[in-house]
């Protein structure tokens, strides 16, 4: 006989917090919380992409089945952009929403590299498909940041344009550059160079202002979810698409210039790498006012300054050239573009934060790449240029004492906090 519900025991009580940490959902519970298919559907995408590229990379007439794909592709973007700020705007599901429109940006960088495989066959045809790819690339990008009120600036919107720009044009400017399969090293250098600068930009201007709560009013709420809780969701899904927006670009050029070096058989050395280690220290240095002094920030930039010098040093023979004239020849290295490079580091810093040290540190890596293009003969001209006699060392103290007159007049006349004066004492 069954026992009533009444008389079971703890039938009316409701779970313990026991219960409910060692309860073990159903699978159909689990996949209503978490909804892993939209997830799953962008990586069977990527997937498809890399697996259809690298089955016709062996093919004479690729062409056609990539431009299909590539068809195939802006259609499943659009149909992902669209179910993205749905979930977004009209349904509240905003951790879906992210899952979407984040997949999305991975998708609009080309990290399946499909245009690069259409250069490799045609330059031609793969120029086409870049020009068509990159406005569409942008737009699409305007279309998520509008609907979903990133309040990304417009100085963000030209830095996020440009990195998509350079992300799907190397392959067609590497491929015009070697027009019988040989790249020249001096091209994938330049290239690390102009990546790298587009990085530092990327830390430079204000990238995105505040969106105000007020914004977010009109979207709607999950079961269970209160406004506040609807609100910090929004934001966390805004930091992550802004995030998104900058990063994915930018690892976009970075894989295609390193996919630059495979494809056109050059190898990889610490020279291509060493612009990057500068952007590194331009980041810290704007980024580092909210966590360090300005004295560890200086340091923290000095050090990666020498250590992009470092990994400038061991360069080729195919990094060396020649822009001189015979009698008086120019050579240009790896090690002497980075000096100049750090200097103008140096320079910025100062215009930025301002401090003592900076322009000396330019004033000294100026001057290196002034003495020489590698290290023996920077070191040889540093100490044929070292006074030898009485005569010199006059002439050097007197050249001291301008400079060190003109930097006295510089720390008189700078303007001075009033909390670092020195404060009277009064006299009892």
Known sequence: METPAADRPHADQPPTLRDAFFRRPTWRAWINDHNPFHLLSGLCMLAGCFLIAYATHQDREPLIKLTALLVVLN??????????????????MMRDAGYLLVLEVLLIVDLAFLYQECVTHSLPVGAVLASVATPLAVIKLAVVGRVGRLGITRAGWWLIAASIVAAVWLPVAFRYCAPGGILSEWILYVGWWCVAALLAGLAGPRLWRRVRPAEDENVPLQPGMSRPFARMWARVLRRVLRVAFFAGPAASMVLHLVSGHFVFDVPLTLPFVAPLALSFAWWFFRWSRIAVSKGWAVCVLVCSSLLALAMSMPFT????????????PIWITPLRITLIGAAALMLA???SRRGYWLPTWSVIWLTAAAAGHDLPTIWKNAHAAMPKNVLQWGVTAVVAAFALLGLGTYISLRPRNDATETQPVNEP
């Open 75 to 92: 259609v499943y973007e659009a149909l992902v952009i669209t179910l993205g700020l749905y979930l977004w705007r009209k349904k509240g």
């Open 317 to 328: 023979d195919g990094l060396i050239t020649d822009v001189g004239t015979p009698s008086f």
């Open 349 to 351: 810093a100062f215009a």
